[in-house]
């Protein structure tokens, strides 16, 4: 069996040009969708992500408001300024790109921002519901996953879905997602013990761990869906927790690395602000 690609670039493109439709109809009805994305120091991996949500605004028709704050700048400077974007009627998403300096606490930040303007779904409140079952603003990169392995047409409902990291940000949303598809879900970590035994009864494979190749083919169910969430830069490139090429002759779906989760991310993000700012629409 060899693997059919899961193309998050491609699925991330139609997303995107769902998303700029749609704004704009908005737009005829007075509402231009506004992220505000805040960037604190002068982290080379986070101004190119920055870089990227920028032009994907613009890209989608949004208002595109970035805020620049040195790595000297004081927690109470920042809940400052997220006290401003919380009361700017323009600015309809916050983001607060990760990570930020050691004398600013991430939970503080994160929770100061209004849950209705939490398009990174990471609020406490945003969470809590995702745990309940009730609408919520879903995390960008969970919510593309499920996207992913919904593009497959493969049911989930019934599937053993195993997950290896229990990160805030990967892990444990994408556990919570799965559970509402009411897959049978397992989340492991390094102190799993024997994870390949775990991995290797995955109809669906979440690889979220960040080591590269940490997954070997031998770990992977014949006619498995395995989605590689890792990446990791080696002298070769971009290579995913997954070892792709072996991994893919007993995978039945499997996305790339890059252009797998990677693409689907700011897709996201832009449809979570999109549903934020139509919630306006009188």
Not at 76 to 95: P, S, T, W, Y
Not at 225 to 237: A, Q, T
Request: glycine share 10%; hydrophobic share 45%.
């Amino acid at each position: 069996m060899t693997a059919k690609i899961i193309d998050g670039k491609k699925i991330a493109a139609e997303i995107r040009a769902s998303v700029k439709r749609e704004t704009v109809l908005l737009k005829e009805k007075g509402i231009t969708p506004g992220l505000a994305v805040v960037l604190v120091g002068d982290d080379p991996a986070s101004k190119v992500y920055v870089g990227q949500k920028e032009k994907g605004c613009l890209e989608a028709g949004f208002a595109s408001f970035l805020h620049k704050l040195p790595g000297t700048a004081t927690q109470k400077e920042l809940l400052a300024l997220i006290d401003q974007l919380n009361g700017d009627g323009a600015v309809h998403g916050i983001l607060v790109q990760l990570p930020l300096p050691p004398q600013i606490d991430p939970d503080t930040i994160l929770a100061a921002i209004k849950p209705e303007k939490d398009v990174d779904g990471f609020h406490p409140v945003n969470m809590g519901r995702l745990v309940a079952g009730l609408p919520a603003s879903e995390p960008c990169t969970p919510k593309g996953i499920m996207r992913l392995l919904k593009s497959t047409g493969i049911p989930l409902a019934g599937k053993n879905a195993v997950i290896v990291g229990r990160s805030n940000i990967v892990g444990k949303p994408v556990a919570l997602m799965l559970l509402a598809e009411s897959a049978t879900v397992t989340v492991c970590h390094s102190k799993t013990e024997d994870l390949a035994g775990h991995v290797r009864r995955a109809d669906i494979l979440v690889a979220a761990v960040g080591r590269p190749r940490f997954i070997t083919a031998d770990m992977v169910k014949e006619g498995a869906v395995v989605i590689d969430v890792g990446i990791n830069r080696l002298d070769e490139g971009l290579v995913g927790d997954v070892d792709f090429g072996p991994a893919s002759e007993k995978a039945s779906w499997i996305t790339p690395v890059p252009g797998g989760v990677g693409p689907m991310t700011i897709a996201m993000l832009l449809e979570n602000t999109l549903e934020q700012a139509k919630k306006l629409v009188k």
